[in-house]
């Protein structure tokens, strides 16, 4: 989803009522089935003045409000590999609020101590209205200075996802198409991003050679503080190796 959009961002919204007034606060959108704006969650009321421009003012110390902004929002990004092995059809979007409407895979933003898989299955589902399954992580993106993420440094993580339905009821408001496509045809297109044509063709490895050639599955371990737990992602490990207790 894109940033502004979607997720857990903030935005002003202007609202003519008898007197003008400035909501800000974070929005989020609700699944793809409807894709309806929620309620302002915690968002703060300014009162604004017309100006002599036609629009309304608000001064900006009456913006209080968005020094609460999480910059930590902004730095994970997460998209879901939705791919049905038995029909080897992929799903992928266009994003409407683009210049150029390449394909791509659905997500967005993760949400304050949400986990990589679970953002992947709700963006999916907010987006396109398909249900789907962790299966994976395939990839992450590090860029710094990123135009898309306010200048600062972020993480675009792609994971494998597994469909457990398949009608298509994508939100219109964010997405101009939305289909299950052929990996193949995926490979082959150049109506597509470099990230998304990559990571196809490490899919179309996969399901030729096997997952677990590219597949970075997830464990539940302990953390050193007590009774904290951590996820770590990493290649299979082979069961001898995870109870081997001295070297040969």
């Not at 915690?42 to 209080?64: Q, T």
């Not at 050639?213 to 990493?234: C, N, Q, R, S």
Request: aromatic letters at 12%; glycine letters at 8%; charged letters at 30%.
């Amino acid at each position: 989803m894109p940033p502004f959009l979607s997720g857990r961002f903030w935005r002003a919204v202007f609202t003519r009522t008898r007197g003008e007034r400035l909501w800000a606060g974070h929005r989020r959108t609700s699944g793809g089935p409807g894709c309806r704006w929620d309620a302002l969650a915690g968002a703060d009321v300014l009162r604004a003045e017309p100006d002599r421009f036609g629009g309304i003012s608000v001064p900006l110390e009456r913006f209080r409000a968005l020094d609460r902004l999480d910059a930590a929002s902004f730095q994970k990004v997460l998209q879901g590999a939705v791919f049905d092995e038995n029909t080897r059809k992929i799903l992928v979007v266009q994003d409407r609020n683009k210049l150029k409407n390449m394909w791509k895979f659905p997500g967005g933003l993760s949400e304050p101590g949400e986990d990589i898989g679970d953002t992947a299955v709700r963006e999916v589902f907010e987006e396109t209205g398909i249900k789907s399954e962790f299966r994976s992580l395939l990839s992450i993106r590090q860029q710094h200075t990123n135009p898309g993420a306010f200048g600062k440094s972020d993480m675009y993580i792609i994971c494998r996802l597994k469909p457990y339905s398949f009608t298509i009821n994508f939100c219109q408001r964010e997405c101009l198409r939305c289909e299950w496509m052929d990996l193949h045809d995926l490979v082959k297109t150049e109506n597509t991003t470099p990230i998304t044509s990559r990571v196809a063709r490490l899919l179309l490895y996969g399901y030729r050679e096997g997952f677990d050639k590219i597949d970075f599955t997830v464990e539940e371990l302990p953390a050193v503080y007590t009774g904290l737990f951590y996820k770590l992602y990493h290649k299979e490990l082979p069961e001898n190796y995870r109870t081997m207790i001295g070297m040969d």
